[in-house]
């Protein structure tokens, strides 16, 4: 199972609660433009993952999959393709970054509530940078729903049941999704996040409940 001897285990509900936006601005422009100039060839697959997040696509820029086994954390190849990136995870947060991959979800799919069990998950802090979104695509932490917009910065709890749900069937969204080992600059700006920005959606509800019927 995945771990990361000697780090301790992290109360990501003190933390984080559900989900949480930092006090952190990037250049979603710049971001976006980095991806969109990746070529076609890099994506097309899972990258490795499997259950719950087979119907995204994934291109991983550290790391690999977790079903693909304890495998190094290090750079990959595409990550030399996106220098924003690239700053964003080893300059603008100030943690060691783990795991980082980009993440695109397409038009009208969901990726089922399901929590992140290995003891790797429960010593990083897991961090969301919205790339490519629109108002329609819910992430959903324990029972409320967040609007995750480009250029904003977020701390999800995968220690916890979370989900997301792209309701519009015409747009993708995509993510870049990065764990960090938490430092105590990055604890201050969980400190300094806003958390109370969920909110309950029946809507959301009714369609994950009506999913898992089916």
């Known amino acids: 199972m995945l771990d990361l001897p000697g780090h301790p285990v992290i109360d990501k509900t003190a933390l984080v609660g559900g989900c949480l936006r930092l006090p952190v601005r990037i250049d979603a422009r710049r971001l976006a433009d980095e991806v969109a100039a990746l070529p076609t060839a890099l994506w097309g697959s899972t990258g490795g993952r499997v259950g719950v997040h087979r119907n995204a696509e994934a291109l991983f820029l550290r790391g690999y999959a977790p079903a693909q086994g304890a495998l190094p954390i290090e750079d990959r190849e595409p990550l030399a393709l996106v220098p924003y990136a690239r700053e964003i995870i080893e300059k ?88 960090f080992l938490p430092t105590p600059e990055l604890l201050q700006l969980l400190a300094a996040g806003d958390r109370n920005l969920g909110r309950y959606d029946e809507t959301v509800d009714r369609h994950f409940a009506t999913h898992a019927a089916g």
């Open 92 to 179: 603008l947060i100030p943690a060691p970054p783990q795991r980082c991959l980009l993440a695109r979800l397409p038009g009208g799919v969901s990726i089922d509530p399901h929590i992140d069990r290995a003891p790797y998950f429960a010593k990083t802090l897991r961090l969301h940078f919205p790339i490519e979104s629109h108002e329609h695509v819910h992430m959903i932490a324990g029972e409320l729903t967040y609007l995750m917009r480009p250029g904003e910065s977020w701390v999800l709890n995968n220690s916890s049941p979370h989900a997301v749900w792209n309701a519009d069937p015409e747009r993708s969204r995509t993510h870049m999704i990065c764990d």
